[in-house]
């Protein structure tokens, strides 16, 4: 089963890149890394998704290494809306939500700071 | 379309009484989920269906959690005899079938608080 690690938190300042990196050594050849971000009092929203290399959308971009054993999340110059919890997972597409697919865990509290 | 929507947005209810929530998924949408969300933690899988059909529930979800989804639009979760351990914030999520990545579109929740 896909376990991911991330950092519980981060802090950066406005305009600064920010890269949060998450680890999952034991991902399956057919699963995915999907990113979510969420609010406070909100449900999460898809950030990036992607299987292998690089992905960029116009929100983020998503870096995989070859061996897929771990992927960064880079937004660019964020601003104080980005203040969020970002969440990392990983799994096969349909998800198998009892094999523990697309398990949300923790996430990583980004604080934005002026 | 507006995106999901749940209702109510706020539940707060004594112990042993039952609680029922409502989702309304985006209309061309398909699949339903059901996730519960405890303070500092990530969203944890409940239930989905599939249309009308329940496709998957986990396997710790006790059996005073119910959910249906009738006509394969709008779903309901019941929780009965409820404890203070059901206290969380109930998530409702909603995609098509076959959707490049599975992207789920997530509700903006119901929270419950259990006196």
């Known amino acids: 089963l896909a376990k991911t690690t991330q950092p519980i938190s981060m802090d950066s300042y406005e305009g600064q890149e920010v890269n949060i990196t998450c680890s999952h050594n034991n991902i399956a050849t057919n699963d995915y890394i999907t990113w979510y971000q969420q609010f406070p009092s909100q449900g999460p929203r898809f950030i990036i998704q992607g299987y292998k290399t690089k992905v960029t959308n116009e929100v983020a971009s998503l870096f995989i290494p070859a061996d897929r054993k771990s992927s960064t999340l880079s937004l660019p110059r964020v601003s104080l809306s980005d203040t969020a919890v970002y969440y990392c997972?990983?799994?096969?597409?349909?998800?198998?939500?009892?094999?523990?697919?697309?398990?949300f865990g923790a996430g990583t509290r980004l604080t934005v700071k002026p | 379309d507006t995106g999901v929507s749940q209702d109510p947005r706020h539940k707060i209810t004594k112990r042993g009484q039952n609680v029922t929530f409502r989702c309304d998924p985006i209309?061309?949408?398909?699949?339903l989920y059901w996730y519960r969300q405890t303070l500092g933690q990530g969203p944890e899988f409940l239930t989905y269906f599939q249309n009308e059909a329940q496709l998957e529930k986990s396997r710790l979800l006790s059996d005073r959690f119910s959910a249906e989804r009738p006509k394969g639009s709008f779903s309901t979760l019941e929780i009965q005899r409820t404890e203070q351990g059901d206290s969380a914030m109930y998530l409702c999520?909603?995609?098509?079938?076959?959707?490049?990545?599975?992207?789920?579109?997530f509700g903006p929740g119901t929270r419950l608080t259990v006196l």
């Open positions: 997972l990983v799994g096969d597409i349909p998800p198998t939500y009892n094999n523990n697919d697309m398990r």
């Open positions: 209309s061309e949408h398909n699949r």
């Open positions: 999520a909603s995609n098509e079938a076959g959707d490049p990545g599975d992207t789920q579109y």
